[in-house]
């Protein structure tokens, strides 16, 4: 006779046959009675079942709800998931926004402390109830008592499911990207219908009339009152006068990020689910898969499943984030807003030059997964190595400091001390304590994983007080461009009205005002100056403009009365002061100067 331990031993009736508990409101069969028959589930949620024989608690097979019940709790239960992706990805695609490294941070922590509720440590209800909780919005897991009972699948069936997340995310992305896409271009020629239309009324209309219906025109091209103000979805990077850095999250970025925050979300699950599928037990009645005894191994199902391992662990497990790394590395500048939105979650908040840091939180992440699907039978090694786990990531963390942001340090050290001290707790409820110490203990796990949220929210509040300091900047900045554009369309207006003016001037003094305006000098100062400094500076220069009319007036008036207003003695004058010495003398002679012997001078000079 063979006997062995029952997991539930309120569950196994014992004797020659083996029997099961049926009746008293719950319905147990398989092997070691650990599994439910049809229209019963266990309450918990996926992993919690007493599988072992070390779990504190023992949870009995309930009977099902209606079926309208749990299909209303399970489509609650895939909203929030849903919601949990999409507001991640909302965060990741903000502009100039850095919260999705506290998102991430949150994230990580809950798929790490949901991690100990696969190794049977013995964990009080209490303690086992937030690891659901966790679990719950941490990753994509479904299977719980209403997901069974309406689904009634198995581990195989549940596996499946989370496979197909990969692909139902990039076939939701690509429908929503062409969707979006087919409605702008709609929208598009709508506005160019209607545009024509509004052309052909505008011939015959009054200025006026004419004027209004292009204000209206303008207002209506700032907006079609949905909240989009068409740069939204711009895709044209030769644009003139676009500053793709200012730019918003469009369409494509958005597909990019839901499908990546999508397979970041779900990785944890699908790893858990097919490391599942490696270990088996022997029983009399054969060999059956340690994460579901109802399905036996050794069978053509179970060989399929295996093959599937080995590929879709290449392929989700280890191929996915290599190649979302890969693609990542190959960007060049990472502060490109491309990249930003769609792989900000998962280099944002880490220094330049250790942008790959999260490979080491996937890792980490995916060795605790590993050693709890794998050393389930062996709780307390699985515990140690866990614990021995976390302490060589915190010491490396610690060493190399790889993050930028301190709000995110904060967070990420004390989200690992509490998945630290969560383990060590574990070992002490495995070996045993006393009621009092069993809820002590519980009082702390629960104050310093609320604490985690605590802080959480803390960061978030001054990530987003920070963030809106920064709008407010980019919104001062974008006001006063504005402003200076609407400044550079009316001077540029009031200089095409003025090219009439212009061409009557003075050759050179066109040449002149035409240089100035040709290299923007005058336009910059005139667009950048406030309203008084430009009135001050019209000022000064019509002051300038009509002391230089009244100087030319008066030269004019000078030069064509002057010489006749001047005295006979003043233009004798001005003649004598020209002439040369030659000239001169040959006047004082012909004058004849009386008293004065010229010949006789000259003689006394030609004889000295």
């Given amino acids: 006779i063979d006997f062995r331990r029952c997991p539930n031993p309120e569950t196994c009736l014992g004797g020659e046959d083996s029997e099961c508990l049926v009746g008293n409101g719950t319905g147990h069969t398989g092997v070691t009675c650990a599994a439910c028959i049809d229209g019963f589930a266990y309450p918990?949620?996926?992993?919690?079942?007493?599988?072992?024989?070390?779990?504190?608690?023992?949870?009995?097979?309930?009977?099902?709800?209606?079926?309208?019940?749990?299909?209303?709790?399970?489509?609650?239960?895939?909203?929030?998931?849903?919601?949990?992706?999409?507001?991640?990805?909302?965060?990741?695609?903000?502009?100039?926004?850095?919260?999705?490294?506290?998102?991430?941070?949150?994230?990580?922590?809950?798929?790490?402390?949901?991690?100990?509720?696969?190794i049977a440590l013995r964990w009080p209800a209490s303690v086992s109830a937030y690891f659901v909780f966790a679990r719950t919005l941490g990753t994509p897991s479904l299977q719980n008592n209403a997901a069974d009972c309406l689904l009634g699948l198995d581990h195989y069936g549940w596996t499946g499911i989370y496979l197909a997340i990969p692909v139902v995310l990039v076939l939701a992305a690509v429908a929503y990207h062409h969707l979006v896409s087919?409605?702008?271009?709609?929208?598009?020629?709508?506005?160019?219908?209607?545009?024509?239309?509004?052309?052909?009324?505008?011939?015959?209309?009054?200025?006026?009339?004419?004027?209004?219906?292009?204000?209206?025109?303008?207002?209506?091209?700032?907006?079609?009152?949905?909240g989009h103000n068409g740069s939204d979805e711009r895709m044209g990077e030769g644009e003139a006068g676009w500053d793709p850095s200012k730019r918003d999250a469009n369409t494509l970025d958005r597909a990019v990020c839901a499908v990546l925050v999508g397979l970041y979300y779900s990785h944890t699950t699908i790893s858990r689910y097919l490391f599942g599928l490696i270990r088996c037990r022997s029983f009399d009645e054969g060999s059956y898969l340690m994460a579901d005894l109802s399905i036996p191994c050794g069978t053509g199902a179970h060989g399929a499943w295996m093959f599937a391992l080995i590929v879709f662990s290449a392929v989700y497990v280890v191929g996915i984030p290599f190649l979302t790394f890969a693609v990542l590395g190959r960007q060049g500048?990472?502060?490109?807003?491309?990249?930003?939105?769609?792989?900000?979650?998962?280099?944002?908040?880490?220094?330049?030059?250790?942008?790959?840091?999260?490979?080491?939180?996937?890792a980490r992440k995916l060795a605790l997964t590993l050693v709890a699907s794998v050393m389930i039978d062996d709780p307390s090694y699985a515990g140690y190595i866990c614990i021995w786990i976390m302490q060589v990531s915190?010491?490396?963390?610690?060493?190399?400091?790889?993050?930028?942001?301190?709000?995110?340090?904060?967070?990420?050290?004390?989200?690992?001390?509490?998945?630290?001290?969560?383990?060590?707790?574990?070992?002490?409820?495995?070996?045993?304590?006393?009621?009092?110490?069993?809820?002590?203990?519980a009082v702390v796990i629960w104050g310093l994983n609320v604490g985690v949220w605590v802080h959480f929210f803390k960061c978030m509040r001054e990530e987003l007080h920070h963030e809106s300091k920064l709008a407010m900047i980019r919104r001062a900045k974008a006001d006063i461009e504005r402003e200076d554009a609407i400044r550079r369309l009316n001077i540029a207006g009031e200089l095409h009205d003025l090219k009439p003016t212009l061409r009557g001037l003075p050759k050179h003094g066109a040449e002149q005002l035409r240089?100035?305006?040709?290299?923007?000098?005058?336009?910059?100062?005139?667009?950048?100056?406030?309203?008084?400094d430009l009135r001050l500076?019209?000022?000064?220069?019509?002051?300038?403009?009509?002391?230089?009319?009244?100087?030319?007036?008066?030269?004019?008036?000078?030069?064509?009365?002057?010489?006749?207003?001047?005295?006979?003695?003043?233009?004798?004058?001005?003649?004598?002061?020209?002439?040369?010495?030659?000239?001169?003398?040959?006047?004082?002679?012909?004058?004849g100067d009386v008293g004065i012997d010229r010949t006789q001078t000259w003689t006394r000079r030609l004889k000295k």
């Fill in 44 to 118: 918990s949620a996926p992993n919690a079942v007493p599988l072992m024989a070390d779990f504190a608690n023992t949870q009995f097979c309930t009977s099902c709800m209606p079926a309208y019940a749990n299909a209303i709790l399970f489509l609650l239960a895939a909203a929030v998931k849903v919601a949990v992706v999409l507001l991640i990805c909302r965060a990741a695609t903000r502009t100039d926004s850095a919260t999705v490294m506290h998102w991430k941070t949150l994230l990580n922590y809950l798929q790490t402390v949901s991690n100990p509720n696969d």
């Fill in 182 to 226: 087919k409605r702008r271009r709609y929208l598009k020629a709508r506005e160019h219908q209607r545009r024509k239309y509004l052309e052909s009324n505008r011939v015959g209309m009054e200025d006026g009339e004419a004027d209004a219906q292009a204000g209206a025109d303008i207002a209506g091209e700032q907006g079609d009152g949905s």
């Fill in 333 to 362: 500048n990472l502060r490109d807003v491309h990249t930003r939105y769609q792989f900000g979650m998962y280099y944002l908040g880490y220094s330049p030059e250790l942008w790959f840091w999260d490979i080491e939180i996937i």
């Fill in 394 to 441: 915190l010491v490396v963390h610690l060493v190399i400091d790889p993050c930028k942001n301190s709000r995110f340090e904060r967070l990420e050290m004390l989200s690992q001390v509490v998945n630290l001290i969560t383990y060590n707790m574990g070992i002490l409820y495995y070996n045993g304590v006393s009621e009092l110490a069993s809820h002590f203990l």
């Fill in 515 to 532: 240089v100035a305006f040709a290299d923007n000098t005058m336009t910059d100062i005139i667009a950048t100056k406030e309203v008084p």
């Fill in 537 to 591: 500076k019209h000022l000064q220069l019509s002051l300038n403009l009509e002391n230089m009319r009244n100087n030319w007036r008066k030269t004019k008036l000078k030069g064509v009365s002057g010489a006749r207003r001047a005295s006979i003695e003043d233009d004798a004058r001005q003649r004598q002061r020209m002439l040369v010495p030659a000239e001169r003398w040959r006047q004082r002679r012909r004058e």
